[in-house]
């Protein structure tokens, strides 16, 4: 019994490495882009992050976090970005009890979704960890409710006609 759990234990891990996509197909993926596009002027890596966060955390539980990071301050003599300054959040992404993080990209683990950050936040930003969304985080981000509300109609999964209904 405990090897059985061992080896459910690594496959887990072993999966947590991959993504696993927040949009079931393209249409549902441009739907959402779209609506925040008409709504908010921008989508969920430049500037809806806390509003498509909320979306996701109404659908799916967990904890609404941030990766935090510091700004470049300067390239060193070999042309090598410097950081510098306190540590600011730079995007927000759902963290659940499991170890994973999920943001518009898909869902896998908060390690991968580090490094995921930190490709597209380079040179302008350093990605060094997570923290909870605390008052005056990405206070530019919008929060509406009515974006969230239409968000999570978008997201949320058809129900299929194959599994009974309650």
Not at 5 to 14: C, E, N, Y
Not at 48 to 64: E, P, R
């Amino acid at each position: 019994m405990a090897l059985r759990k061992i080896r459910w234990q690594q496959f887990l891990m072993a999966n947590l490495e991959r993504n696993v996509p927040v949009f079931s197909n393209d249409a549902q993926r441009d739907a959402v882009y779209q609506r925040m596009e008409e709504r908010i002027a921008c989508g969920p890596f430049d500037g809806g992050c806390v509003a498509f966060a909320m979306a996701l955390q109404q659908i799916h539980g967990g904890d609404i976090m941030v990766v935090e990071g510091r700004s470049l301050s300067r390239l060193d003599t070999f042309r090598q970005p410097v950081y510098r300054g306190a540590l600011m959040a730079q995007h927000a992404i759902v963290v659940f009890p499991d170890g994973t993080a999920m943001d518009a990209d898909g869902r896998c683990s908060v390690k991968l979704m580090l490094r995921r950050t930190a490709r597209w936040t380079h040179p302008i930003a350093s990605v060094e960890g997570i923290r909870a969304l605390q008052d005056g985080d990405l206070e530019d981000a919008p929060r509406d409710a009515a974006l969230i509300h239409e968000l999570v109609a978008l997201l949320r999964p058809a129900p299929s006609f194959d599994s009974p209904t309650p």
